[in-house]
């Protein structure tokens, strides 16, 4: 129901809730669904108060209809209750005013106070007006989830609510998720299975966020403001949070680890201090490379809807590409160091124009005159789709020459003949086998094949800059790009 609040009986039904059971006394003035929130739908009411103007927020369900509950999904009612036991915790919260009722008429989800503040992972990076902020959001990030591993679970009724999953079970489920793909991706194997020879030991646990990150809080230039999507929390090793926080992912072209705005050991100093338990850094570790594991598979999550699913937008098709960055995180993680130099660019075609020059007018039709005249959502996916045609461009310029190569790379380190596709699957079989990790023909076409596919995918990622200064010859500028 995207147009919900252009719909008179919707709108009737968050007037008479608004006035009747979130504050008693107050005047409906308005509704209006915000843009975002792919899950979930947001709302933004407006009232008028005894003292002036006020804003709530509204988290509903799509549509409002009730969606399957999962461990990964426990419900927006549960949500809710999250956000108070967080709030009583001395978590930055809005207030919840209301969970929804089917009497209400609207659907599944709760209302709360509205929190002004900055959400985007990029702003928070770099804008002045938030530098004083980063010298201790690090600090501040550390002690908002030293409280909400604090919260009490059995006293709050979540237990039961929550599902609950320890680290061996995380990472399982993950990598069979992605077995389903039917894709063979080497790196993401090997890194399954270091992840299960490298277990944490006897792990606390505590209610986890589970996606507590740079873009998932709200701030001001004096701290957070407001700590949002608890909607996939569960219990669990509370180490995971700090992990998922200093994925290089989420770091938005900062350069601290943590968020890219903070370094480590504020970070921990945050959290030491708030919840009196050492933080052990190679616990943290674990958790940072199954972070880049987790989207890695998330990332072909997106690939498998733009192909299998309704939704064939160019944006889930481009984020698709982007397991190349998680994986060379990854390798940047846990096997770095120097690899075999990128082949070089082939010669310009005799074609005019050749096929390197069709894509490129396009892109630049794309970014020069669709850019300039539109906005919003549009304009987004034609920023996107721009981007993927650099993708094309640089898979034309050197794709078949890497091809080639790992063709070659894989028929060495397997000792047998196959096209590329078979070469990959043999490898992989044996990943998912007992292939022994420790293996250096193993670990150098690793290195060298993501980095090489990352130079394709996305050469400006920080990861990749990162690959470069282990050992690998730059080649960023090879397309010209």
């Not at 959400?119 to 501040?140: C, K, M, Q, V, W």
């Not at 420790?438 to 980095?451: C, E, G, K, N, W």
């Amino acid at each position: 129901m995207a147009d919900a609040a252009h719909d008179s009986d919707f709108t009737d039904c968050v007037r008479r809730v608004v006035e009747t059971r979130v504050m008693p006394g107050i005047t409906f003035s308005s509704v209006r669904r915000l843009t975002g929130g792919a899950s979930q739908e947001t709302y933004r009411i407006e009232a008028e108060g005894p003292d002036g103007p006020m804003a709530f927020a509204m988290r509903r369900s799509p549509g409002g209809l009730p969606p399957e509950t999962t461990a990964e999904n426990p419900g927006l009612d549960v949500e809710a209750e999250l956000m108070r036991a967080a709030r009583s915790a001395g978590v930055p919260e809005p207030e919840v005013f209301h969970v929804l009722e089917p009497g209400d008429g609207i659907g599944l989800g709760f209302i709360m106070e509205w929190i002004e503040g900055e959400a985007l992972g990029s702003r928070i990076n770099r804008l002045p007006e938030f530098a004083e902020l980063r010298t201790h959001l690090a600090y501040d990030c550390g002690v908002a989830l030293a409280r909400i591993h604090s919260i009490d679970i059995d006293a709050h009724g979540l237990r039961g609510r929550l599902g609950e999953m320890d680290p061996e079970a995380f990472v399982r489920e993950m990598w069979e998720r992605y077995q389903g793909y039917d894709t063979p991706q080497p790196m993401i194997d090997y890194t399954a299975r270091w992840l299960l020879e490298n277990l944490p030991e006897n792990p606390r646990r505590t209610l986890v966020h589970n996606d507590f990150r740079n873009g998932n809080f709200l701030v001001d230039s004096d701290g957070i403001t407001a700590v949002l999507d608890w909607e996939v929390s569960h219990i669990g090793d509370p180490m995971r949070d700090l992990g998922w926080i200093s994925t290089n992912s989420w770091r938005f072209g900062g350069t601290g680890p943590v968020g890219g705005f903070g370094e480590y050991d504020d970070f921990f100093r945050g959290y030491e201090e708030t919840s009196g338990i050492t933080v052990d850094p190679a616990h943290v570790h674990f958790w940072e490379v199954f972070g880049s594991f987790w989207w890695s598979v998330g990332c072909l999550t997106f690939a498998d809807h733009y192909r299998n699913g309704p939704d064939k937008s160019v944006e889930r098709a481009a984020v698709g590409r982007r397991t190349s960055e998680c994986q060379i995180d990854c390798v940047n993680l846990i096997i770095p160091g120097p690899h075999t130099p990128m082949v070089e660019a082939p010669p310009r075609s005799w074609e005019m124009p050749e096929a390197r020059e069709l894509l490129t007018s396009v892109r630049d039709f794309l970014r020069e005159d669709v850019m300039a005249d539109t906005g919003g959502r549009v304009n987004f996916l034609a920023r996107v789709a721009a981007n993927t045609l650099d993708i094309a461009l640089r898979e034309a310029a050197t794709g078949d020459a890497l091809r080639a190569w790992e063709a070659v790379a894989l028929t060495d380190l397997l000792g047998r003949s196959g096209d590329l596709g078979e070469l990959k699957w043999a490898l992989v079989h044996q990943l998912r086998g007992d292939r022994p990790l420790a293996d250096d023909a193993l670990i150098d076409y690793l290195r060298t094949s993501v980095t090489n596919q990352i130079a394709i995918d996305q050469p400006k990622y920080p990861g990749f800059r990162t690959a470069l200064g282990n050992g690998a010859a730059d080649s960023s500028d090879r397309d010209g790009q």
